[in-house]
């Protein structure tokens, strides 16, 4: 069976730094990728990493947050930067064998969440 498991959410303050993890078990992604949902919204695309190594972000973390994998270690990892309040979220692990997507609907696999807090 499949895992992703994240690691390295926290609380911060603006301005500061967080590296998060994730470990997938099982077998290797074409697709990886981080969603975040704030409580009482739904749950948003941040960043993904092909195999191939071709990235995407959402506007908002663009030139703060650096998504890269290890394939050899079959890990993911997001580097974020200038933190900010509104980053605050459950920031979620998901992974897909194709091509990819923004959707969600579409991963086939998830971890289990890690809580980024980012007070002012």
């Known amino acids: 069976q499949v895992q992703l498991v994240e690691s390295g959410g926290g609380l911060v303050q603006a301005g500061d730094s967080l590296r998060l993890s994730c470990a997938a078990s099982g077998r290797t992604f074409s697709t990886m990728a981080w969603f975040r949902q704030a409580p009482g919204k739904e749950r948003e695309f941040v960043a993904a990493?092909?195999?191939?190594?071709?990235?995407y972000y959402t506007d908002s973390v663009k030139g703060r947050f650096t998504i890269s994998r290890d394939n050899a270690k079959n890990t993911m990892y997001l580097q974020m930067n200038s933190l900010k309040p509104e980053d605050t979220a459950v920031y979620y692990c998901a992974s897909k064998l194709s091509v990819f997507s923004y959707n969600p609907d579409v991963y086939n696999s998830w971890g289990q969440g890690t809580q980024v807090t980012v007070s002012s």
């Open positions: 990493i092909t195999w191939g190594d071709k990235t």
